[in-house]
């Protein structure tokens, strides 16, 4: 018996590149994907192609099709140097349709994409990962044999339980600050509790479960991203007071601040800035935030990825002084 068709929404439709006729009727269900043979079927191989090479369609894994939200055009013409505008990556529903398409069968997501699902995915995993009885890899579509510890949650599709995904990403992950990231983006979902996550570590028997045994009563669901929780278990690790979360501040004419990391007794706090490239207005607000913060007694730390990773002994010993210094941490 042939597969349902399930093919991208209207809502996915290239703007102003309207499919052929003959695949509209394919594109009525919403979140789902297209098989290269139903392509092939409505308008052929060469049209496929070309789609693809325009950024109208998108090549999941083989035999695997999604339209996307934010189409690229292609460079049209011998010598045209167009380049393709970046689209939207396809969303996690779209691409378990496109998993049952490819498997025949129902699926249950698991890892980064159970993760996704659950609301706390902490990277853009460009593959799909799912369940199955057997490993196997279909280029980006990922099935791992891995059975499961605490019943599944059913959805529009099946998935992993939260805590458990969280747990068994933490035990993956390639460090202890992005362990903790995962378990705090897991508690800022909602979709877990501090409890959960300590139940199912407790009961699992991974790879480096103890590292997260350790790390669960650290994870606290106020780190608004990976970066704050990073930065978070620097200072654990160096052994400073553990800072307070995204602590708001209030300066002069009522104004309010947000603090990624403050240790608000002796005003000191630590900020991560990210890749942004701030000029014009934003300069001009980030300066005057700075010396509103500074009129107020301040002292606020920019931290960068590279301080964070490559420079972390530096890093360390100009926190630790400005803590000494307010007389947080001995000599």
């Known amino acids: 018996m042939a597969s349902p068709v399930r093919a991208a929404s209207l809502d996915q439709q290239p703007a102003g590149n309207a499919l052929p006729g003959e695949l509209l009727e394919l594109t009525a269900a919403p979140h789902s994907a297209l098989t290269g043979q139903q392509i092939r079927d409505a308008v052929g191989e060469r049209w ?3 789609a693809i090479r325009n950024g ?7 035999g695997a099709y999604a339209v996307p939200r934010t189409p690229g055009r292609g460079a049209r013409g011998p010598g045209a140097t167009q380049l393709l505008p ?5 969303p996690v529903l779209t691409r378990l349709t496109a998993a049952e398409l490819t498997l025949g069968r129902s699926v249950t997501a698991c890892l980064d994409t159970a993760a996704e699902l659950h609301g706390f995915s902490t990277h853009r995993d460009p ?10 890899t279909l280029g980006a579509l990922k099935v791992h044999r ?3 510890i605490r019943p599944l949650r059913q959805r529009r599709f099946a998935a992993v339980d939260p805590a458990e995904t969280a747990v068994r990403l933490a035990a993956a992950a390639a ?6 990231a995962v378990l705090d983006a897991a508690l800022r979902s909602a979709s877990s509790s501090r409890e959960m996550l300590a139940a199912v570590a407790d009961e699992s028997h991974l790879t480096r479960i103890g590292l997260v045994r350790t790390l669960v009563p650290l ?3 106020r780190a608004e991203s990976p970066p704050e929780s990073w930065l978070r278990w620097v200072c654990h690790d160096a ?25 608000p007794r002796i005003k000191v706090a630590l900020e991560y800035e990210g890749v942004e490239f701030h000029t014009g207005r934003a300069l001009t607000n980030d300066r005057a935030r700075h010396n509103a913060l500074a009129a107020q007694g301040w002292t606020v730390l920019s931290v960068t990825a590279p301080m964070l990773w490559s420079g972390r002994d530096a890093l360390v010993q100009q926190i630790g002084f400005e803590l000494r210094h307010r007389g947080a941490v001995g000599g």
Do not use: Y
């Open 146 to 148: 891995m059975p499961p």
């Open 219 to 221: 994870a606290d669901p």
């Open 86 to 90: 970046v689209a939207e990556p396809i």
């Open 48 to 50: 496929l192609r070309r």
């Open 175 to 180: 460090n202890p600050p992005r362990a903790l």
């Open 239 to 263: 052994g400073f007071p553990p800072p307070e979360p995204q602590f708001w501040v209030q300066c002069a004419n009522e104004r309010w601040f947000r603090l990624d990391l403050a240790w």
């Open 127 to 136: 593959d799909t990962h799912v369940l199955g009885d057997a490993r196997s």
């Open 56 to 62: 109208e369609i998108v090549k999941l894994w083989h």
